[in-house]
């Protein structure tokens, strides 16, 4: 069994809150748009990180990331992408390689929204964390945390709290 924590969206800053949230966590994955490398260091504080590119990042972020990641963990074949859109309305970039990979776990940041839905069309869940930073027209930091175990996602926590108020 591996706990995740799942953040997207952090525009060069991490709530404060991150690091209890994130506490019991074994890994900690970044959809995208990151913002700076101090939020990758400042992450890697809290857990080991496996993360993608958004497309507010360049430079470094660029270079130590890929655009797409593809990994299993527990047996859940994992597909990770900044913008990938959600059942219904995959973008197309992701439609394809949902289809080739067929992944039991798709996740992707950009909208600012978080959304967790199961895509019956092509057996996986869809989990997009919305936004952890302080950029961005969002009215609510959120984050998410689960784990997986022998393919199986449970046990799956939001982070859900205003953005104005102390975090």
Known sequence: MIKIGLLSDTHGSIPDRAVSFFA???????????????????????????????????GILRQEFPEVALFEVEGLRV?????????????????????????????????????????????????????????GFHKNITMVRFQIEKGRISDLEVFDKERNREI
């Open 24 to 58: 019991e966590c074994d890994e900690l994955w970044h959809a995208g748009d990151i913002g700076n490398y101090s939020v990758v260091e400042k992450l890697r504080k809290i857990k080991p990180l496996k993360a993608v590119y958004g497309n507010i990042d360049g």
């Open 79 to 135: 597909l990770m992408m900044h913008i990938g859109g959600y059942p219904g309305r995959y973008t197309q970039q992701a439609r394809p390689l949902i289809e080739k990979y067929r992944p039991g776990l798709f996740i992707s940041g950009h909208s600012h929204i978080l959304k967790v839905i199961f895509d019956k069309k092509h057996q996986l869940l869809h989990i997009n964390p919305g936004a952890a930073g302080n950029s």
